[in-house]
């Protein structure tokens, strides 16, 4: 993964419109990847899915809890990304009380599978989802990789989190600041 580009793909994410009006005041807009991870330096870490154990109580609030620190030590942005619809996504982020993370919806899991992480979670009533990872991209090229071990399809998985934590992705940004 080291040295390659990201792939540009497009996500469909909803922005608030106040032109909109009525209770739901959002518009659909298409983000690109490239555009999204391809300036600057960027963190972006992927996880199985909104609303699941792991993501939610323990590595997206651990990201939030640590962003400042992150940008401290020079990212410019923190993404997480999911296989999840940008509805789900928006009211994961709302329920964990999200501030600073940006969540990106890759609810067609497209940027998974161009990533080479998109698992089938069929033994968990999921479908395909992402693989625990967590990247440092600098202008569109992945300088730093953080990937959970034994990936597979097969459902023997016991979900780890250890390799994917903004602890190593702090430590790495230190290391070396750009």
């Known amino acids: 993964m080291l040295g390659r ?4 793909v497009t996500l469909k994410t909803r922005v608030r419109d106040e032109s909109v009006g009525g209770p739901n005041p959002f518009r659909w807009q298409d983000r690109q990847t490239g555009e999204m991870f391809g300036k600057g330096r960027v963190v972006v870490f992927s996880l199985p899915g909104a609303f699941t154990p792991t993501c939610s109580t323990e590595q997206c609030p651990a990201f939030e809890r640590q962003y400042d620190d992150l940008r401290t030590a020079g990212a410019d942005e923190v993404y997480c990304l999911s296989v999840n619809d940008a509805f789900v996504m ?19 899991g497209a940027f998974t599978r161009r990533m080479g992480m998109l698992i089938n979670k069929d033994h968990l009533g999921f479908g395909m989802r992402s693989w625990r990872y967590a990247m ?33 992705v702090l430590e790495w940004l230190i290391a070396n600041p750009r």
């Open 5 to 8: 580009q990201i792939p540009d």
């Open 90 to 108: 928006f009211q994961w982020g709302k329920s964990l009380g999200l501030s600073k993370v940006k969540l990106a919806p890759d609810g067609s």
């Open 136 to 168: 440092v991209v600098d202008d569109g090229q992945i300088v730093a990789w953080f990937e959970e071990p034994g990936i597979n399809d097969s459902g023997d998985d016991d979900d780890p989190y250890t390799e994917s934590t903004p602890d190593k």
